[in-house]
């Protein structure tokens, strides 16, 4: 999409609230931020896109994941998650909200899974058909009439979700043990078959939406869980029917997945992703240099001293947009402290303008 850049763009800006931090600055785009974070996924960018400056993020209460994570942002009302809070997600599995670190967590040691082979026995799917859609939806009317791009949240997917039924451990070795490995893939290919008719109610139910983020993380501070080989095996084909679904729905499809991953890229690709953005602990340059034409990197840049210059800010911001905005090879902007600074932010803007515009 070649528009030409305007300085009015940048002297014109007003600001937003944003969902984390202080209210972000608003330039005046020649576009949507919708219509430019679509471009950006068809790979014809219009800007760098910062990621929650056009985005809407929405997580609906009628999902008992977002519930019993803490985890609500939609426009019914819902309160916030109070500390020490308990509520069951989908499969009734209770999660317990602990407000210093702004999430909830299934209390470790009392799986209710032993043994994957046994997940016929125990674990009962929920009827999400007795979910509210349709209440759900008309509180959300007003709340999704946006021009941002709306990202609907989906927190727990398929190794995540073993977790919580069997606690860490057990469900890391149910993935290698060759007694339970077929179990487990069983259960992933059911989890994505919940999956499928759950985003399908989203995008019946709630037709704005443009895209969705799905979590399964896969790593540590400094390395991943398991091998880039069981991930292939074993859960990659559970989780390429998902996202298979979604792009057959016209949907774009974001991971979210914590940890030291490198390795897993290429798994990430296969798996059908448009995008992921890893922690700090990544080398997203790297990683961008190696994959970034094949999934949308979230790049981190270099860190600017607090204390930094306008001058230094702008500078960095241009070989930051001369290295990870190319035209041919956009990029996702991993929002970090560099991001904050409002020379930064100008300049990254009116470079990757001017680049993407070439």
Same mark, same amino acid.
């Given at each position: 999409m070649s528009i030409p850049f305007d300085q009015k763009e940048i002297d014109e800006a007003t600001s937003s609230p944003s969902f984390f931090g202080p209210p972000t600055k608003t330039y005046k785009y020649p576009v949507t931020p919708k219509e430019a974070y679509v471009a950006l996924y068809r790979r014809e960018p219009v800007w760098q896109i910062m990621g929650? %400056? #056009? *985005?809407? *993020?929405?997580? /609906? %209460? @009628?999902? /008992?994941?977002? @519930?019993?994570?803490? +985890?609500v942002f939609d426009g019914s009302g819902f309160p916030p998650a109070q500390d020490k809070q308990v509520n069951p997600d989908m499969f009734g599995i209770e999660w317990e909200y602990v407000q210093q670190v702004g999430g909830a967590m299934v209390r470790p040691g009392k799986p209710v899974l032993g043994d994957a082979n046994d997940w016929k026995k125990v674990i009962k799917f /929920?009827?999400?058909e007795t979910w509210d859609w349709e209440g759900c939806a008309k509180k959300n009317e007003t709340f999704l009439k946006t021009d941002k791009f709306v990202q609907a949240w989906f927190l727990t997917g398929w +190794? &995540?979700?073993?977790? %919580?039924?069997?606690?860490? &451990?057990?469900? =890391? !070795?149910?993935? @290698?043990? &060759?007694?339970?490995?077929?179990? @487990? $893939? #069983?259960?992933?290919? =059911?989890? %994505?078959?919940? !999956?499928? $008719?759950?985003?399908?109610? !989203?995008?019946d139910y709630f037709p704005d939406i443009d895209g969705f983020c799905i979590h399964d993380d896969w790593g540590g501070q400094k390395s991943c869980f398991f091998s880039p080989a069981i991930g292939e095996e074993i859960i990659v084909p559970a989780m390429r029917r998902v996202t298979d679904y979604l792009h057959s729905r016209g949907k774009w499809c974001d991971l979210h997945s914590c940890g030291q991953e490198i390795k897993q890229v290429p798994n990430f690709i296969k798996g059908g992703w448009d995008s992921w953005s890893g922690q700090p602990m990544n080398d997203t340059q790297e990683e961008y240099r190696l994959y970034g034409d094949k999934i949308l990197i979230g790049v981190i840049p270099d860190a600017l001293p607090e204390d930094a210059s306008d001058a230094d800010a702008a500078a960095a911001a241009k070989a930051y947009a001369d290295n990870y905005c190319q035209k041919n090879k956009p990029s996702l902007f991993n929002y970090n402290v560099a991001g904050s600074n409002p020379a930064f932010r100008d300049e990254l803007y009116r470079q990757s303008r001017v680049n993407y515009n070439k």
């Amino acid at each position: 999409m070649s528009i030409p850049f305007d300085q009015k763009e940048i002297d014109e800006a007003t600001s937003s609230p944003s969902f984390f931090g202080p209210p972000t600055k608003t330039y005046k785009y020649p576009v949507t931020p919708k219509e430019a974070y679509v471009a950006l996924y068809r790979r014809e960018p219009v800007w760098q896109i910062m990621g929650m %400056s #056009e *985005m809407q *993020m929405f997580a /609906p %209460s @009628v999902c /008992p994941d977002n @519930v019993a994570r803490g +985890f609500v942002f939609d426009g019914s009302g819902f309160p916030p998650a109070q500390d020490k809070q308990v509520n069951p997600d989908m499969f009734g599995i209770e999660w317990e909200y602990v407000q210093q670190v702004g999430g909830a967590m299934v209390r470790p040691g009392k799986p209710v899974l032993g043994d994957a082979n046994d997940w016929k026995k125990v674990i009962k799917f /929920p009827d999400i058909e007795t979910w509210d859609w349709e209440g759900c939806a008309k509180k959300n009317e007003t709340f999704l009439k946006t021009d941002k791009f709306v990202q609907a949240w989906f927190l727990t997917g398929w +190794f &995540e979700r073993l977790i %919580s039924w069997m606690d860490f &451990e057990a469900a =890391a !070795y149910a993935l @290698v043990d &060759e007694d339970q490995q077929d179990a @487990v $893939k #069983e259960i992933f290919n =059911a989890l %994505s078959d919940q !999956y499928i $008719k759950i985003l399908g109610k !989203y995008i019946d139910y709630f037709p704005d939406i443009d895209g969705f983020c799905i979590h399964d993380d896969w790593g540590g501070q400094k390395s991943c869980f398991f091998s880039p080989a069981i991930g292939e095996e074993i859960i990659v084909p559970a989780m390429r029917r998902v996202t298979d679904y979604l792009h057959s729905r016209g949907k774009w499809c974001d991971l979210h997945s914590c940890g030291q991953e490198i390795k897993q890229v290429p798994n990430f690709i296969k798996g059908g992703w448009d995008s992921w953005s890893g922690q700090p602990m990544n080398d997203t340059q790297e990683e961008y240099r190696l994959y970034g034409d094949k999934i949308l990197i979230g790049v981190i840049p270099d860190a600017l001293p607090e204390d930094a210059s306008d001058a230094d800010a702008a500078a960095a911001a241009k070989a930051y947009a001369d290295n990870y905005c190319q035209k041919n090879k956009p990029s996702l902007f991993n929002y970090n402290v560099a991001g904050s600074n409002p020379a930064f932010r100008d300049e990254l803007y009116r470079q990757s303008r001017v680049n993407y515009n070439k």
